[in-house]
Structures are given as C-alpha cells and as structure tokens.
DNA sequence: ACAGAAAGCTAACATGCGTCAATAGACCTC
DNA sequence: GAGGTCTATTGACGCATGTTAGCTTTCTGT
C-alpha cells in the first residue's frame, strides 16, 4: 500500500499483453500468460526518479515492470551505487516475497509504467501452477547470472568497455522481448547513470562516452545509442550472451511436481 | 557422475552436522535438518585448485559445500575473475537444479570436502518438503543479495578496502555458522586469489596487503588475517551486514502451500 | 523568446592501478 | 640440506581514473 512512491500519472489501462512475462514467455503457454496477466491487480505511471521501493522496504505484493527501465540501486556514503538494470516483462522484487525485507533499492530511470502482484496471489501460483512457479525461480536465478557477470566486467574490462557492455546486453535483453530498433538502443540514461553503473565519476563517463565516439564503436547522445554495427561493439565489449539464457536453459525437461 | 573432477582423496565418512545446511539452519527444525542430511548421497574430498563443476556442464546433482572454500569463477581472455566464494554448509550449484548449464566454474580453494544431493532427490524435496524447498530458494536470493554487494564493493572501493570488505564478510558469514575463532581468520587464499576477487593484479594485491598492515588495520599471512579490532576493521571497509540475512528475514509468518 | 536548470564537455593536476623487471622468502621434493 | 617452484615483495614508469573548476549545450517552464 505504502511500498509505491512517487508522482502517479495515470493508472487502469490495459496490458498490450505482447512481451508480458518478457523472459519467462517461452518457457510458458498461451494460458499461462492470460493467467499471469490475470495476476496484475493495479498498473501504475511514475515519473523519473520516482523510488519505487526503498531498501529495508518490507512488500505485500511484487511489481512487474511494463514499460521503461528501472535500477537496482545501493545508498552508501552519500553516494549512489547501482546494481542492476531492469527491462520490460522483469519481475523487479520478486525477492521480495521470500525475503522479509529489501537489501536495495528500486528507483525509475525514466518514465515507467509497473504492475502490482499481490504475495497472496503469489502463493496461490506457488500451489496451483508449478509451471509458473518454476518460471519465477528462473528469473530469479537468471538476475544472479547477471549479477556474477556484472562483477566480472568490473573487474575486468576499463570504463568504455564497461559502457559498450551494457548496451550490448541490454541489446539482448531488449531482442529477446522483441522490443529493438535497427541501428539505435534508446534509454533515458544520463552520463551520471552511465557512471554510476560502471563504478567511475561522471566526469570519466564522459571520456568514455567521447572515446566510444572515437573509436567509432558507437555514438551515444543523452542515453540513446546509436551504431551500425552491433556486433563490432559487442567484439569490444568482449559481450557473450551465454549469461542471459537467450535460448531458455530452463530445465522443463523433467517435471518437478 | 563425470561433473566431479580431480583428486579425491577419500570418501564415504560421517558427517558433523553440525553447521548442516549452514544458512538455512535457523529456518528449519532438527527433523529437515536430519532430512536433509539424508539427501546427502557421497561425500568426497578434493585438493586444492580442483575444478569441481565447469561453465557449460549440465549436472544431474547439486553440490554442498561441507569443509572448507570454493570459489565462483568466470574465465575470459586467459585470465580467472572471481565472482563469488562459498563457505560451508552452502549449496554452490542450486541454480544447476533450475538452469540447464552452468554460466560459471567453481573451483576449490585449498582442500575441500563435498556432498552430492541427485536432482531426483531435490524433485522429492520440492513436492514433500516445502519448508526445505522455501529454504533453498533463500539461499539461491541471499547469493543474489551477497552479489548484488560484491558489485557496490568494487563500484564504490579502492583495493585495501575491498580486501578489508572481503574478510569482513566472510567472518560474519562464518559467525553465522558458528566456525570463527577470536583473532584471526583462517584461508588458503594467495595474494593472486585477492587479487582475483578484487579485480587488481596481483601486484597490486600485494600493495593493498601491505597497506593495511601498514595502517595497523589487519595483517594478512599466506591467506590468514589477524587482527585485534574487528569492528575497526569493518569500519574501515564500510561493512554492513544486513546484506548477509544474518537475522533469518526468511518470509515464514505465512505458508506459501 | 527568454531564463533557469540540467546535462554534457574540456583542461589541469593528483592518485590508483597496471606492467615490467628483479629479488627475497616460503614450501616442496629428493 | 640443496635445488626448484610457488608466493610475496620492491622499485620505476605509464596509463586509467578521481577531483576541481569553469564553460557550453540542451531541455524545460513560462
């Protein structure tokens, strides 16, 4: 009740249904999908910025992201650290039904529109829909994918890298639910998110940003990137897609219940 | 069966259990712990430096960790990148139950002891015990939560720091199950494993070794740390253990199924 | 159209970290 | 206990990145 924050534009509209469950949806069949949309209760606007949910946060419900991006964020010093980056179709705290309280934050990079799942709802899928249930066990696991691969591209690739790098990925990220453009990845991101994700100063961003440029990896403009050839880039950020399980590794092979 | 390489240096002896299920402990009663005990089929010891799963294997059985440290690892160009560290009573390969292939290595640092849990096992375990299914989907978050921080880490810290963190770490993970002793902290890591998982050459390592020796805040032997000061210590890495769970935030106040 | 705010850019200098080369200490094997 | 190997250590130099300061461009609201 209290978990969502922030400016609400407008609210009640329907679901283009189209990506919903965006990385679950090939492990899933046509009525699994109305049933998970069916589990959408409210949907909601926010405006940039917006917190949607707060470290140490204790949810009733989870949010599923519709339209827009959000960060995984961690507040330390007076400094903001992000974590992870969310896309349309991701569940963004479905930890938050196992775990009592948040250990990060979720704020809106950008316009974004999220719909809210009640716990109670959640557990019925536990019980009812092993098929689901096991799809949310993989996204799950699927954010910790990420997150291992994160960390190593900390540690091993320089600023402009790190930046080509997340665009590579979110480039798949966005392929996979069928929501990219030819020759350009447009994000709302400033230099400062740029920086904040890759661990360096905006200041260092920027040269970043300005060797890419160079290079003629990739031009990037107020958080749209453009290139005409995605895989060059990708050859720079030394980007391998095996980490986001494109062609669904989950094990259904064998039923569980 | 081929997922286990390396030396094994005996096999087939009684486990503790006392730390058993490590993490997981303090959410289930002495008859899950017992269960799972029993879910345990071998146990093996390996040697150092064994690589007991790859990136890319498909596994019919999950391992848990019973002596000693495993590392995650992420191979690129011909250099290792750590990206996680297990301490007993952690399952390291959960997620090989849900994903069809591994995204990550794991490796042995120094002798290790091993049990191996059958997925066919873990299926019984899912539809039977849903108190022990809910637990090891804790633990697969709170390895996701401890990521999540390993990538502030190396976002925010320069490398003394982020050595001071990594121990800090680990000796409240150890304190969780009760394997600390009062001044020190035992491993077998080498400066190039610090090295690995702070992502800085070795050389570099060694610097930051000798940085905190030099500010009085640890002394780090050959992979053993002392210090007389923890809480400096902790201070000094800008540690903050919430990110651990230590306090058991499972969500049980409500049955799921 | 204008003004203010936010974002992007540039330069100068300091520090963290990588690399190379060389040495010293610790452990292992015979 | 001698030799070899792995690990730890030190110094010199160069690149990556942080910091401060100031400036320019773009967006936004009126």
Known sequence: MDAIRGDIR???FPLTGEFLAGRLREHLDQ??????????ETVEEHGDGTRLLETGDVTNKSTM???GYVFRTIESGDRRYIVGIQVPGDFVDLHGFALKRLD???VAAGPVKIGSVSHESLRTVMQDRPNIARAMWFATLLDASIHRKWIQILEQLDAPKRIAHLYAELHTRLELIGRTVPR???????QLDLADMCGVSAIHANRAVGKLRELGVAEIRRGDLYTDDWDRL???ARFNADYLYGDGALKLDEGWN
């Open 10 to 12: 407008s609210s009640d």
């Open 184 to 190: 350009a990845l447009r994000t709302p991101f400033t």
């Open 65 to 67: 992201l519709i339209e």
């Open 104 to 106: 990060h934050s979720i």
């Open 234 to 236: 990708k050859r720079y």
């Open 31 to 40: 009525d699994d999908l109305n049933y998970i949309e069916d589990l959408i």
